[in-house]
């Protein structure tokens, strides 16, 4: 490349600032969520963010990927991968939103970080591929932090846990391994015609079945949105349009205009918003130094290895 090519090569750096924000914004999902479901009920809100977001891909799929409802439901006929992937996309979704309800907002995401670690290993185990360099030693590095996080008093480690608390750890290590599973099969699925707007669309459309179909099926009472406080609302509606839709559109623009792999190495500043935030809404706070070492611990260490990942070397 020339020095006037490079001039005039556009800057990488404002999609990096878009994958930040992507990365904060979906940081804030599982509290918000768990704000919202504390007064409202959660396969309503499911459903209603499901429902947005699908109203926005089916938009964006005709603006922007010129496609009508005749041609997309053909390619959906023939992707028949995109039903799988929708299928995890759902599992991935319920159980997240259980796990919130059960525990704390920020252990769900400390959990969430293990996906990249779980993807290696699931493809080592299923697929018979080769593990990425470092994956053992950052995955231990990265629980050795996770462990300090967990565990607030070393004199009685099991003090800090609750029944629920266990039993919600278990569902969000369940939902990880289903995430990694939907990687999985990004990975080695053929797409041939598929957009950003088109998958938002197929995947709203089926977390929208899924999700009316639990809520009636559950019993919900739809009525307390009308007994909801303003605080509870206010983070239905960040779930709904901050998080499922901008979110989703804003990482989508990042992945698209820079190396995906960059945007990727981001993922763990998901677990420093998910900090700030539950101090801040849920009062969910770490109150240890051993705590905070912990969460830097598995910053750094996932950080790190997603980073590793992009050198020619490990490719």
Known sequence: MTSIEADHAPSIWPYIGLGILAHAIWGAYPVMAKRAVAETPKFSLLFLASATAMAVGYWWMRRRGRLDAHRAFHILRSERALWGLALFVVLRSVSNIIAIELTKAVWVQLLYLASPFLVAILGLAIYAEPVPPYTFRALIVSS???VLVLVEDWRNVWSGFTRNDILGLGIALVSAITLAFYYLMVRRSHLRHTGGGLIMFQQGLA??????????????????????????LAAALIVIFVIQVGGNLIQITALGGTNPSLITSLTALRLVSALFLAALILGEQLRTPSQWIGAGIVVAAVTAYLLLQRSPKST
């Open 144 to 146: 050795i932090g996770a």
């Open 207 to 232: 977390m929208t079945t899924t999700f009316l179909a639990l809520s009636l099926i559950t019993g919900e009472d739809w009525g307390q949105w009308t007994h909801a406080s303003a605080g509870a």
